[in-house]
């Protein structure tokens, strides 16, 4: 077991490096530069070359990586655009995320399970294929078109401001009135990023439910004469669950990789929008921490899962 | 306690400003700022030794109380400074403020780009606490503008790192508003500084929100959850007819041009880039691609500022007139198959711009189809920003090009037409004209505003008459403001009137401190 897991870490420090060296490659060798990205007649050549090396980007590539690793763990890597710690830029980002995709999860979570048991129970029946027709429009659907239409659709009906994390002149709201700003400021944008993993997960246990359901034990727990609930719910629904542990693996890195379409149009200060920025300002210290963070990640949630199915599932040995 | 009871409360004060900004800023430290977001935000909380007057000609005193300009070989700039003006911690602001200012911008370790403007300067002394005097190697007239950049505190930034220093996000400054908080991507908050030397600015307080997405903020305007915003072209007619909101125009410091290559023997008749301009309906593109915000130019300055030349008017769109001009540099359709042709070759070409830009991707196929109905053959392509810059502009590797150019107030464009600047600078289209180079040599050593202006409406009926670039047009920056803000003047017995804000060449938030809300500041409704 301790073998196994000491091998597993091996791997996945291997695979990390690979992944970060992949994405330097990737990413600083990829067209445009973090200096000078408009065309200002005012700033001269020489003014670009010195910046190039202030930024150490006149080095061979090798030593840029190292040189970002060294700076990384040192606690000295800074962002080229405002010059600030990126561990510091990330920090004040990852939790604005993480709130909205926890608040999103919890109801992914909390309604698509029953929603999916459900349906299988009645397979093929009208709600079911009520269930069906929405989940295909819910994964269909482009998200900003819906929360474009919600935020219009509330403007109109409140008239009250929903971008942004909170209402931005707070000083005179009592601490109660402070929690429902930020719960309104919430709601649209989860239920927004939600209604996709809704759609998706439902269907996804629908399918898994049904093909447990049909399986032997099953049929012998019917003809026992157990009752319905009991058989679906005690025997069925734990099988059935099993892949879902793998979504659970997933999840992880989800939570706190934001989404950048839905962070842009809510206005909402997360990860997403950060690394987005980063990405056009070419601003390579903070996309790539960003992508090594999510890389990191991953894979722990990966390791999570693994184990995860050992103890959930007993057909599953390490060796 | 519901959702309703938290949606009825008021979202704003009255007397603040609320301005919503589509990115954050980055720097707020003048000389490292390069950003439109942190530069505008960086000119309320710094200030310059002097700034343009609200005509964009001439200079105001800023913390420079007068200055003297010494012509000569080496000219010298005396700029005698403010007494008692105060940094935002209280310490009081000298000239060795102002030295250090200029020595970080020099140290080759300070990431700034500013440091092109002051390559010029021999030397920078501090003559006493309030005298600070700079030499110039050689007479250069824009070098005078280049002193409207914010100072910096020396006292607080002595020991730091300029590049990652935490002033760069709590910044201390001289100006009219004090920085207090600043949540990324959400907002930026500034107060009135009430020891401002030129007394406490009317405002209590302005926020920059940060939005995103423009038709978000239209969204939030009409929520009165901002009110101040730049407006796109296509939201003007909407926003007209807003019954709160004044609208507020005037051409930018840019225009949009087609850059014609010299070295490409096609466009070195100048009377093919004249029958281009002739082609090519600059009204019709302004018609449609900007829905009418923009203004056709005749030539490389912005249509508004004092050396623009009123006496040069663009070519007429004249299908006919291009069509005689093309026929007299030789080229006729002769096999008939509808593209002109001179020896035996047809007149095809490739014109480029860079990809992300909607406004030249439309300009550019409006082109091509104008160009087809003189018989001659564009190929359109775009290019991502960085590859069109290395591989095809600076390479020179191109027939013709739309571009833009952002331009400072200062008409000197030495860098854009110079033909020094072909090998290493920005004249990339190889253009070559010995009197031109003169004036524009002898632009940037005149000091005297008259004498240049004669320089610069020379040079401006010389680039009509060349056409190296058909000159397109200025775009139209509208900006839409609350119809509560007015202009506060303090009559006799401290009796206030009120103006309704005026949009001025230096642009609307040239009178800022003196915004107010008449009737604040209470909560609204």
């Known amino acids: ?319 | 306690m519901n959702i309703v009871f938290v949606g009825s409360r008021p979202p704003q004060r009255v007397n603040q400003l609320i301005v919503s900004s589509i990115g954050d800023a980055s720097f707020l430290n003048p000389i490292l700022a390069q950003d439109s977001a942190s530069s505008e935000i960086n000119s309320f909380i710094f200030n310059g030794l002097i700034k343009y007057d609200r005509d964009l000609k001439g200079f105001v005193g800023e913390l420079a109380e007068s200055w003297k300009v010494k012509a000569g070989q080496e000219p010298e700039i005396t700029f005698n400074l403010r007494k008692g003006v105060l940094w935002h911690d209280g310490k009081e602001f000298t000239a060795h403020d102002v030295k250090f200012t200029y020595d970080k911008i020099m140290d080759e370790k300070t990431n700034t780009v500013r440091r092109s403007d002051y390559e010029l300067v021999k030397k920078a002394e501090v003559l006493d606490p309030y005298t600070f005097r700079v030499t110039y190697k050689q007479p250069f007239s824009p070098g005078l503008q280049t002193w409207g950049m914010g100072i910096i505190p020396k006292h607080l930034l002595e020991k730091e790192d300029i590049n990652t220093t935490s002033f760069n996000r709590r910044p201390i400054g001289t100006g009219p508003f004090r920085f207090v908080e600043w949540a990324s991507d959400e907002k930026i908050v500034l107060e009135a500084n009430p020891r401002y030397f030129e007394g406490r600015p009317q405002l209590d307080r302005i926020i920059y929100r940060i939005i995103p997405e423009t038709s978000l903020s239209e969204m939030e305007l009409l929520t009165k959850g901002i009110d101040y915003y730049g407006v796109s072209p296509h939201q003007f007619r909407r926003m007209s007819e807003i019954s709160f909101l004044n609208l507020y125009s005037q051409p930018a410091l840019a225009y949009t041009y087609i850059g014609y290559n010299f070295k490409n023997p096609l466009f070195q008749d100048k009377r093919v880039r004249h029958a281009f301009t002739y082609a090519i309906n600059r009204e019709e593109i302004v018609q449609y691609v900007l829905y009418g915000l923009g203004t056709v130019i005749s030539g490389p300055f912005p249509s508004h500022l004092w050396y623009y030349n009123p006496n040069v008017k663009p070519l007429p769109y004249d299908l006919q007139k291009a069509r005689q001009l093309l026929a007299e540099a030789g080229w006729k359709d002769t096999d008939g198959d509808g593209v002109l042709d001179k020896d035996g070759r047809p007149f095809r070409f490739k014109l480029i711009t860079n990809s992300g830009n909607d406004v030249r991707r439309d300009v550019g196929v409006l082109v091509q189809r104008q160009l087809r109905e003189l018989g001659v053959d564009v190929t359109f392509e775009t290019y991502e920003w960085s590859v069109f810059l290395k591989s095809f502009i600076n390479a020179k590797h191109f027939d013709a090009c739309i571009l833009g150019w952002a331009l400072s107030p200062d008409p000197d464009d030495y860098q854009i037409w110079h033909s020094s600047q072909i090998e290493k600078g920005f004249n990339f289209i190889s253009y070559r004209n010995p009197e031109a180079d003169r004036l524009w040599e002898e632009g940037r050593r005149e000091y005297d505003v008259e004498k240049r202006r004669k320089i610069y409406w020379r040079l401006h009926e010389l680039m009509a008459e060349d056409q190296p670039y058909t000159f397109l047009f200025s775009p139209l920056g509208v900006s839409a403001l609350q119809k509560k803000f007015m202009l506060v003047e303090e009559g006799r017995e401290g009796r206030k009137t009120y103006r309704p804000i005026k949009m001025e060449k230096a642009g609307l938030l040239y009178d800022l401190i003196r915004w107010y809300v008449p009737g604040g500041p209470v909560l609204e409704k």
């Open chain 1, 1 to 319: 077991m301790a073998k196994f897991f000491l091998r597993k870490l091996f791997q996945l420090f291997l695979t990390l490096v690979g992944i970060s060296v992949l994405s330097w490659v990737v990413i600083t060798q990829a067209p445009g530069s973090p200096i000078a990205l408009t065309m200002d007649p005012k700033v001269s050549p020489q003014i670009i070359e010195q910046m190039m090396k202030n930024y150490d980007l006149d080095k061979p590539i090798h030593q840029q990586y190292y040189l970002w690793l060294k700076k990384l763990f040192t606690g000295k890597l800074y962002s080229f655009k405002d010059g600030r710690p990126v561990l510091e830029k990330i920090n004040e980002r990852i939790w604005n995320t993480l709130l909205l995709n926890l608040v999103a999860t919890i109801i992914v979570f909390s309604l698509a399970i029953p929603l999916g048991v459900f349906s299988a129970k009645r397979q093929y029946s009208f709600l079911d294929n009520l269930g069906t027709f929405g989940a295909y429009l819910g994964i269909s659907a482009p998200g900003f078109w819906l929360a474009y239409l919600l935020i219009l659709g509330t403007v109109e009906l409140f008239g009250y401001p929903v971008l942004g994390m909170r209402s931005f002149v707070t000083e005179d709201f009592t601490t109660v009135e402070m929690v429902m700003d930020r719960i309104w400021h919430l709601m649209l944008p989860s239920i927004i990023l939600a209604i996709g993993g809704l759609a998706g997960l439902s269907r996804y246990t629908r399918s898994s439910m049904l093909e447990v359901v049909r399986q032997d034990y099953v049929r012998t727990a019917k003809a026992k004469g157990l009752p319905d609930d009991h058989v679906y719910y005690k025997h069925a629904l734990r099988n059935a669950l099993l892949p879902i542990i793998t979504i659970f693996g997933f999840l992880i890195p989800d939570l706190i990789g934001g989404s950048i379409i839905m962070e842009s149009v809510f206005a909402w200060p997360g990860i997403g929008r950060l690394s987005y920025q980063a990405v056009l300002a070419r601003d390579y210290p903070v996309v790539m921490t960003i992508l090594s963070i999510s890389a990191v990640l991953t894979l722990v949630g990966n390791f999570i899962a693994d184990i995860l199915y050992g103890i959930a599932d007993p057909r599953i040995r390490y060796g």
